[in-house]
């Protein structure tokens, strides 16, 4: 089993240079499965050579999609998926993810009373099924003429989109997801195939909801995925024994000093959310420690001062193996992980 680190860069922002959106790989033997669609995943999936090569099928080893949740840089990769991978296919990718909020988010407090219109007012908060139908809706013109004049499959036959239904104790424990989006709770399975079984638990990342943390378990060895969350004891809980922590990591305090007081209501309350609803390195050493993993990966890694860069600090509160994340990097999970830098 192997991880392949796809893209690294957090937020809704344009690329820095030489960086993709957050998007990682685990190869199960001749299977793959992908975390998150950041932008440019599908070029970094071609460029480290999961793909098949030159040809018409070069998604072919590619199972299933994990989203853990709906913000634009863990999906925007998806319009790709939709319209480079319409290719024949046995079997469609399962594109695995959040259902829908089923209400707003709140308005945060320093924004005012007054609510701003909305986006999409039919459905304004659509899960993952939803979110996969409206972007064929949007391709529409591209999608048919490809399967009405160059043969190409229905995008129905490519990608099988699945929302995860969260188990009835569980929602009924979250109750109010503004106050209480991730109750302690017992991880739940949410697929299963020859190669791997997956978990997931809820995490927070308020406003959003749901939101998930995945756990990968293979003959090989495990992995888990935190997703965006700020610490979460659930993602301890899922994490336990796992071979490797794949976790994300922010020094907001850096983004903090290009928003100098005073500061506009709208980069107060990005901010807010920055510092609520993420995790500093030291935080996720904290939380590799409890779940006693063996290698702590970052990933998702926000803007950061390039000469100081400040990852290698998860070490003070983490004894295990901290890497940092790179595009293009390989990790060998079970018997062969000591043979990694």
Known sequence: MQLVVLGTAAGRIWPDPGRSGTSTALCVGDRQYVVDLGYGWGQRYQEYGLGSGFGMTPLRHLNAVFLTHLHSDHTIGLAELLAYGLEPREKPIVVMGPGGRRALPPLHGVLGAQEPPLVAPQNPTPGTVDTVRALEAAFA?????????????????????????????????????DLNPSPVMEPFSVFEDDAVRVTATLVDHRPVFPAFAFRFDTDAGSVTFSGDTCRCDNVIRLAQGSDVLVHEANDVDFIAQFLPEPRTPGQQAKL????????????AGEVAQAAGVSTLLLTHLGRCDPANPPWPNASRTFSGRVVTAQEGLRLDIGARIGDNP
């Open 141 to 177: 013109a591209d999608l048919n003429d490809n399967v009405r004049d160059s043969g190409k499959p229905h995008p129905d036959e490519v990608v099988r989109a699945v929302d995860i239904a969260l188990p009835t104790a569980i929602r009924t424990a979250v109750g109010d997801p």
């Open 272 to 283: 807010d959310h920055l510092r609520a609803a993420h995790t500093s390195p030291q935080e």
